[in-house]
């Protein structure tokens, strides 16, 4: 009865914490969940574990899919909200970085290091406790403990959660890697940086520098591939694995295969102002959004769609014929995935865990200080290049608001478009199928649902005699289960 007792305050406490997170700032969490004392799950003593597939798209907005009202084709993430549970009120950071640290710690950004992204952490946050601007080591990662049990864990995609060779991957828990350590980068083999002051992207083999990539490597693709190759290659030991697949699909700069430019060709001629029309209406009747929801309105520098010039819609328009070309793709390698698993027999036995890192991307790059002239002179902006390799295209505020639907503004503000993310959780005798829930749930629970799946418990505010934060989210295997 007191564990009982415990466990229903400590979600309240969490609840209550989360919002604040979502509303202002990010401030810590109140909530501490107790960590049971009992030791961690062996390797031996339940072989019938399941695997663990935890994917990450980047930047993909709230109705960017097809099961939350979008007209983009995405039926392998379809395919997951029919066997499982959607989420419409799942909260995360409004930027890259403390998301992820609170996604693989199951604690606040502030003490996963990362109270702010680090490229946005002002003079007076940097260096401070709460900042410093990695996966803190006063945090024990999910792949780390699932490790310790005897996992075998592994991750591709984009890292963005420390630079230095202590703060990679494989020093975190991940027993194979390969990760690209920036906010994003070209899609393509070049290893073109986004940001001026790193012009070249950065991507490590565990913990060796990747000097060149194959010649046919488009992202979404290799990373898919990466994670096929490391489940396939370790399938005789009779371990369970611990897969982050983290896409940097659809971060821009939006780029495809030449093969997939014209997915959506003509699609978006109607404009933003008709798009944003359609998913609102599709949303309410999917009941994603209420029907009584009023949407937010245009950003005050945000133009009508009839203002703009013929030739202003004309390149609109192929933004957005590109955006949904690269969400398209990565549902596709998504899709290689789970075909993958369902081959091996492995897919019956996997929990699957879907979530965007937040809202959709709605800032104009080429306004940003000191990006014009580096954008002009490093990348091909003409618009027969865009969507191609050496482009450098971004879908701006008014596509994210198509993305956002009702909520209020995109990635990087506080407020429910920034915050507010898609996510969907499938699981081994799951009884709830093609569930849409309207819960309040916090990227803070994805660590200990994994962990409690596992059976392998959290080891409180002690690990290996190293003091270390308390997890502040709260599993939501009993609600899973019903």
């Not at 710690?105 to 502030?110: A, Q, Y």
């Not at 946005?120 to 945090?139: C, D, F, T």
């Not at 984009?158 to 027993?175: C, S, T």
């Not at 590109?322 to 075909?339: K, P, S």
Request: with cysteine; aromatic share 10%; net charge negative.
């Amino acid at each position: 009865m007191k564990s009982t007792i415990v466990a229903k305050i400590n979600r309240h406490l969490a609840l209550l914490g989360g919002a604040f997170i979502c509303v202002i700032s990010l401030l810590a969490c109140n909530a501490e969940q107790i960590a049971s004392e009992q030791p961690t799950e062996s390797s031996s003593s339940n072989p019938s574990r399941p695997n663990i597939l935890l994917v990450v798209a980047d930047d993909l907005g709230m109705l960017d899919i097809g099961a939350f009202g979008s007209e983009i084709r995405t039926p392998t993430i379809d395919g997951l909200a029919k066997a499982g549970v959607s989420f419409n009120s799942f909260y995360t950071s409004a930027t890259c970085s403390p998301t992820r640290s609170m996604l693989l710690s199951g604690s606040d950004s502030h003490m996963a290091g990362l109270g702010n992204m680090t490229e946005h952490m002002a003079p007076n946050q940097r260096g401070k406790e709460g900042y410093e601007g990695y996966l803190s080591h006063n945090v024990v990662s999910v792949a780390t403990l699932l490790g310790d049990a005897s996992y075998r864990t592994y991750m591709a995609g984009k890292w963005h959660l420390g630079m230095k060779d202590e703060q990679l991957p494989y020093r975190r828990g991940f027993d194979e890697s390969f990760v690209l350590l920036q906010g994003g980068a070209s899609y393509f083999n070049d290893m073109m940086g986004i940001i001026p002051k790193v012009p070249s992207a950065l991507y490590r083999r565990n913990g060796e520098t990747v000097i060149e990539l194959p010649k046919d490597f488009y992202a979404s693709e290799y990373y898919a591939d990466f994670i096929i190759d490391q489940i396939g290659k370790d399938s005789a030991d009779g371990k369970p694995f611990f897969a982050y697949l983290a896409f940097s699909a659809p971060h821009w700069p939006l780029q495809v295969k030449d093969e997939h430019l014209d997915l959506y060709h003509g699609r978006y001629d109607q404009g933003y102002d008709a798009l944003f029309d359609d998913r609102i209406s599709a949303a309410k009747k999917l009941g994603v959004i209420p029907e009584a929801a009023v949407p937010s309105p245009r950003a005050p520098h945000v133009r009508p769609w009839s203002e703009l010039t013929k030739e202003q819609q004309k390149t609109q328009s192929r933004v957005m014929e590109i955006y949904a070309a690269v969400v398209e793709r990565m549902d596709f390698h998504l899709g290689r995935v789970l075909d993958h698993l369902e081959k091996t027999g492995e897919l019956d036995n996997t929990l699957v865990v879907f979530m965007s890192d937040n809202g959709a991307e709605g800032s104009d790059r080429s306004r940003i200080p000191g990006n014009d002239k580096w954008l002009a002179e490093a990348w091909n902006l003409s618009y027969e290049n865009m969507g191609r390799q050496g482009s450098y295209v971004f879908p701006g505020a008014a596509w994210a608001r198509t993305s956002a639907g009702p909520f209020r503004m995109y990635k990087e503000f506080l407020s429910e478009g920034g915050i507010r993310s898609p996510a969907i959780i499938v699981h081994p005798g799951m009884h709830k199928k093609g569930v849409l829930s309207k819960e309040f749930v916090t990227v803070m629970d994805i660590t200990p649902t994994i962990l409690d799946y596992a059976g392998v418990s959290h080891p409180g505010d002690n690990y290996r005699g190293q003091s270390i934060k308390p997890i502040s989210g709260v599993s939501l295997l009993p609600f899973l289960v019903g």
